[in-house]
């Protein structure tokens, strides 16, 4: 094969943390992987770099800055206060509040993001990840034991220089936060190969293709149990060899989640490691720059086995490493046998059995068939970096920035929210008008109806990656106490907006306030009234900025 410049990101750090004593997922699992790559000396023939951890602004390129704020500031003696009983963000018990959570997410993100950099950049031709290919996260939620989406975030850097991005999945569950990311898109093809039936996260079938300008871009191949390296490779190269002709992707994201691998914990496939990683000698050859994630997998030494083999495949080794184990830390993990390979079991082949396959071929095929061709895009020179930030701006005012602003902001949101729900209720004949002067009637009103709705609304439905079961989660209230805003709340917890006090008297001329209506003295000023949301001037306010009562003279 010829050579290859090869970039492989590794946290020494990132095995350190645990979900919690019994989690099916363990991050040892990438220390694990690193020991047998050092050991066989794969490391000199690669550029080991550590990755630049991804910042909370990073993270929010994706996902909501309340879900990162979130992750930040989590722990597990706070996660039931801050995600409501379990009701927002952590939901179920898949992704618990562990030590560090924030710090294990950017490195995972970090090493993605400078993966994808790598590539753009013309420094490498596949860059490697393990600890990323997290790919149930979602955007303001986490799942799958997921919790923020280094895939997507490595994709919009790519974005950045490339103009079409193929994203393959090769994990046993479907790659849905990663669909869900790029569903309306066009710029980037989604392939996932997954498990359907049952099975987390109950997403993936044929019918979804995407939509709007992105309808056709979203390619589902879902499987059934015992799929072998034979039927596996059937179906992989005839449907990957389609998509690379007909959407031509200036760049390929492959996920190597190793739980479909045979005699995974969680998995129910049948693959070996060599039918594993065919994947990754496949789309080497193609001479398309490659990222290589991790992802799945709950079989630890099978999990460290297999993205070895697939690294000595990117650099283009695998022919020469000898699979009797040389010894590493981990030696011992890897008995009876001490030998570099994941064998198959004995399963029956479902595929096969009922004629699926073929089916879920065409089906794939005829979908990549009707495409129009590859979508072009007009690119520019993106900048790294903002105005501000090449100015020297905003480094060192985190801590000054105005409160006054967050909140209105915060405000802003909630607001639009209920401005959402009312919209899509089937009631048009009782709208709302958020401006009139009628302000009171109208909050008071739309707040009976938007907890109507909710309250007559069924629980949503999440499944967990564990048991494969679906469960309840119960709508969280809408009342502000969701919000910490710091906001004073009225009588029943509820934030009441566009409502004062104050109102313009004609004859006095002046703006009055309290149910007296007395002037405001001509001292006090309107902006004061406005910081103070309208309130009447015997009431105390709470200073956010300095935690103590103030009154206003």
């Known amino acids: 094969m010829s050579k290859r410049k090869v970039a492989y990101y590794y946290d020494t750090d990132v095995g350190s943390f645990t979900y919690g004593l019994g989690h099916m997922m363990k991050p040892h699992r990438m220390r694990v992987t690193h020991e047998l790559v050092t050991a066989y000396e794969m490391l000199p023939k690669m550029h080991v770099l550590r990755p630049k951890r991804a910042t909370p602004e990073a993270m929010t390129a994706f996902h909501t800055d309340e879900y990162v704020h979130f992750l930040n500031r989590v722990t597990p003696e706070t996660a039931q206060e801050l995600t409501y009983h379990g009701t927002r963000f952590l939901v179920g018990d898949d992704n618990p509040a562990f030590e560090g959570v924030f710090d294990f997410c950017s490195i995972s993100a970090g090493g993605s993001i400078a993966a994808a950099n790598r590539l753009t950049s013309g420094a490498a031709d596949i860059a490697i990840n393990w600890a990323g290919g997290l790919h149930h996260a979602k955007k303001r939620e986490a799942s799958g034991f997921c919790y923020i989406n280094d895939i997507v975030l490595g994709i919009l850097e790519l974005l950045r220089m490339y103009p079409r991005v193929l994203y393959i999945d090769i994990d046993i569950h479907h790659g849905d936060g990663v669909e869900e990311a790029f569903y309306t898109n066009d710029r980037v093809m989604t392939c996932s190969f997954h498990k359907f039936g049952d099975y987390f996260p109950g997403t993936g079938t044929q019918e979804d293709k995407g ?71 496949f789309l080497r050859k193609q001479n398309i720059p490659l990222i290589l994630l991790g992802g799945g997998g709950y079989t630890v030494k099978n999990v460290a086995r297999a993205w070895t083999y697939e690294t000595a495949c990117a650099i283009g080794i695998e022919n020469d490493i000898d699979p009797i184990m040389p010894w590493n830390q981990y030696f011992e993990w890897f008995g009876p046998r001490y030998r570099l390979e994941v064998v198959e079991n004995n399963m029956d082949d479902l595929n096969i059995k009922d004629g699926s396959l073929e089916k879920v071929r065409v089906n794939a095929l005829e979908q990549l068939q009707n495409l129009p061709s590859a979508p072009s895009v007009g690119m520019h020179d993106v900048p790294r970096e903002s105005v501000g930030q090449h100015l020297g701006f905003g480094k060192d005012d985190e801590g000054s920035r105005d409160k006054l602003d967050e909140r209105l902001a915060q405000h802003s949101r909630y607001i639009y929210n209920l401005q959402e729900s009312d919209t899509t209720s089937s009631d048009s004949d009782e709208q709302d008008s958020w401006d009139s002067d009628e302000s009171t009637h109208n909050w008071q009103h739309s707040s009976r109806r938007v907890n109507k709705q909710h309250s007559a609304s069924t629980n949503r439905k999440r499944m967990s990656l564990i048991t494969n079961q679906y469960y309840d989660v119960p709508v969280h209230d809408h009342s502000f106490s969701h919000f910490d805003a710091g906001a004073l709340p009225t009588k029943g917890g509820q934030r009441r907006f566009f409502q004062s006090d104050a109102r313009w008297d ?21 902006a004061a009234l406005m910081e103070r949301g309208g309130h009447n001037l015997d009431e105390p306010v709470e200073d956010e900025l300095e935690g103590s009562s103030m009154q206003v003279e």
């Open 211 to 281: 939509r709007g300008k992105g309808k056709g871009y979203a390619v589902n191949v879902p499987l059934k149990d015992g799929i072998t390296n034979e039927s596996f490779q059937s179906i992989f190269e005839p449907v990957i060899s389609k998509i690379i002709e007909v959407f031509q992707p200036s760049a390929v994201v492959l996920q190597c989640g190793a739980d479909s691998l045979a005699g995974d914990k969680l998995g129910c496939f049948n693959l070996t490691m060599h039918g594993h990683a065919h994947c990754v000698q």
């Open 506 to 526: 004609e004859n006095f001329e002046q703006i009055m306030v309290g149910k007296d209506a007395s002037p405001l003295p001509r001292s006090f000023s309107l």
